[in-house]
Each structure stands twice: as C-alpha cells, then as structure tokens.
C-alpha cells in the first residue's frame, strides 16, 4: 500500500514537472503598442489640422507569430507597406491581410530579454530573413507624456488661446498630461538581421533626399538596379536608397547585419508602450484632438 502510494506522488510529480515545462512553452508574450505618424512626401502641416496618428498593436500567438492590428488604414511608412530586397532575391512571402487592418507580419517571434526578432519567409529554395531589434526599457510614471518624441504630441505648440478653450472644455491640464503609474516603453537601441537588406515603400509615402546629391554607390540586386545618395545634415531619417522596379520609382534604406542606432542624449522616444502608457497616450491625443477641432471649427480643411 505504502509503494502504491509513493507510486502515485512520484507520478503525480512528474506530471507537474511536465506541466510547467509545457506552461513555459506556451508562454506567449505580451502585446506591444506603438504610433505611426504621418511620412508622406507632402508637409503635413499644410495638409492636416489635426495631426495624422494610426496606432497599432503589436500580439503574439501560440505558434510565434508576430500580427500587427492597426485602429485605421496604413497608408503611410509602416511594417506591412514594406517591401524588402536582398543581394539574392526579394521576399515572396509579405505581410499577409487578415481581418479589418489586422496582418501577419513575420514567424519565429519572439519578445525576450527586451529584443523582438521575427523571420521573413523567402522561397524553400532559400533560408529566412532574419530580424531583430535591441530595445532599453524605460519606466515613464510621472513623465509628461508629450515629453516622448515619438509622438505627435510632443510637436503640437500651444498658445494662450488653446489653453483658454482647453480650460472652457474642462480639460485645463491637457498639455501637461503625465503617463500614470506602471507606464513604460521601449527605446530602440540597435537592429540585426541574418543578412544584409534593403527595406523600401513606394516614394509618395518616404520622404527622401534629392536625387541631384551626391552618389555614395550603387548596386544590382536580384535585376534591381539600386543608387544610394548622400545624406546632408539633418536628413539622417530620411530614406537614401533609390530603386526602379518595372518603371516605378521606390526609396528605402540600406541595413548591414549589424547596426547601432544614433541616440539623441537625454531625449525619450518611445518605439513600444505597454498597455497602461499607450492608453494614456490615446486618452491625452484625444483631448489634444477636441482642443485642435475647437480652434479649427470641424478640424478639416
């Protein structure tokens, strides 16, 4: 009887131990949350009153695989409106459509250790693209959540005139909004890839140098004839690399396998938010877009 029972706690052990390892498997990470701001080739300013913002989720499934669900159309420079060419080959296998402006971005994904990395398929002929991006955590409680440079609040001035309608909306610390407790996001600090790439869009949603700048040099890749030009002094976001596929004209960037991303001291720019800071953020741009649609009558042009 004694045996019977140790038998059984012995099996019971094992079977737990079995659970966790499988509960460690199928550990899926947490969803991420960023902005797209707008990148068309026209000035936004002169375009748009209330400033252009599609947010976007980032969620992992079970089977690694990396979506992208957008609260509107993506029509600017973003993941799925990428296309992506190697010394080899283009990538046949694209973010796919899913349901309304959700996609499938890429497999093999991962969020560890503060780095994203996904693969892009290519042919069975071919190994995957592999990519991968270096993140800095950042706890932003208390911080002002226009302090963040990578969102459209942090470009939007005000005057003492929208301070007085602010005030009339009972929304008089709208400009001062700071993210709550538990807030935080990711700084993007560098990027690898297990080959060298060029990622591109079509040139009326990358703003690019001028094609009269000097040529740094230029190559042909899978039939593409590509030209990089000189970047000049503060163009350092803009794309550089010139390509014509079939007759259109496209502008992307060039990546190395290794790549450090240039930091500007003591500036925040938060590339991921968690939920608690992205929803703060949604709240103070929707504030800020009730301000703007006052002083502009419906907000349109």
Not at 120 to 144: A, E
Not at 176 to 186: I, K, L
Not at 192 to 213: G, L, M, R
Not at 233 to 247: M, R
Request: with cysteine; net charge negative; proline share 4%.
């Amino acid at each position: 009887m004694k045996k019977t029972i140790m038998s059984a706690i012995l099996a019971f052990m094992l079977a737990s131990c079995g659970g966790n390892d499988q509960d460690q498997e199928a550990v899926v990470p947490d969803n991420l949350y960023a902005v797209d701001r707008f990148t068309g080739a026209v000035d936004a300013e002169s375009t748009f009153v209330t400033p252009y913002v599609n947010g976007k989720i980032y969620s992992f499934d079970e089977n690694e695989n990396l979506y992208i669900n957008y609260s509107d159309l993506p029509i600017f420079k973003t993941e799925v409106l990428r296309q992506i060419i190697t010394p080899d080959y283009f990538l046949s296998e694209k973010s796919a459509y899913l349901e309304q402006h959700k996609y499938w971005v890429g497999s093999r994904a991962s969020f560890k250790n503060d780095e994203l990395t996904y693969s892009l398929s290519t042919d069975r002929r071919n190994p995957p693209l592999i990519m991968s991006w270096k993140y800095k955590k950042i706890d932003v409680s208390g911080r002002m959540i226009r302090e963040d440079s990578s969102n459209p609040l942090h470009y939007i001035q005000w005057d003492s005139v929208a301070q007085v309608i602010a005030m009339v909306l009972g929304m008089p610390s709208v400009a001062n909004n700071v993210f709550p407790q538990g807030s935080e996001c990711w700084q993007k600090q560098s990027a690898s890839s297990s080959q060298e790439y060029i990622e591109f869009y079509p040139e009326q949603i990358a703003p690019h140098v001028e094609d009269t700048q000097d040529v740094v040099r230029s190559g042909v890749w899978n039939n593409v004839l590509w030209t990089e030009f000189q970047r000049q002094e503060g163009e350092s976001a803009l794309a550089n690399i010139k390509l014509e596929i079939e007759g259109d004209i496209y502008w992307g960037f060039y990546h190395f396998k290794n790549e450090s991303l240039i930091q500007v001291p003591d500036q925040l720019a938060c590339d991921f938010m968690n939920e608690t800071a992205f929803t703060a953020f949604s709240d103070s741009f929707s504030k800020h877009k009730k301000v703007n649609e006052a002083l502009n009558g419906n907000g349109s042009k």
